[in-house]
Nanobody, 128 residues
Framework: VQLQASGGGLVQAGGSLRLSCAAS????????MGWFRQAPGKEREFVAA????????DYADSVKGRFTISRDAVKNTVYLQMNSLKPGDTAVYYC??????????????????????WGQGTQVTVSS
């Protein structure tokens, strides 16, 4: 499985960005795709997750109402639409895939250890 993340950049507070994660090399069904982020000096943290069918979605509390995760099954791509960005959202954003399990319990989807494939990361910088 290969994941290619893109779409990061520099934006002012209140602005928007859309991240993309193109997946290849695996036939996804109910597998889980996630977005995580890591700021300098901090641990990698969960942002959002979606089942490949699109039927299950969840978010970290810090981004609910501002971020939207979606997927295009035809393009094998997962998106993260980020609106009302804040300086605290500044981080490297990673997409990840779980190629085996289909569990969508919250404690499971927020755990980076459950994901066995990761994209290379894309930098998001929000200026105040």
């Amino acid at each position: 499985v290969q994941l290619q993340a893109s779409g990061g950049g520099l934006v002012q507070a209140g602005g928007s960005l859309r991240l993309s994660c193109a997946a290849s090399g695996h036939t996804f069904s109910e597998n889980v795709m996630g977005w995580f982020r890591q700021a300098p000096g901090k641990e990698r943290e969960f942002v959002a997750a979606i089942s490949w069918s699109g039927s299950r979605i969840d978010y970290a509390d810090s981004v609910k109402g501002r971020f939207t995760i979606s997927r295009d099954a035809v393009k094998n791509t997962v998106y993260l639409q980020m609106n009302s960005l804040k300086p605290g959202d500044t981080a490297v954003y990673y997409c990840a895939a779980d190629s085996s399990s289909t569990s969508f319990s919250y404690s499971y989807i927020v755990d980076p250890l459950r994901y066995d494939y990761w994209g290379q990361g894309t930098q998001v910088t929000v200026s105040s």
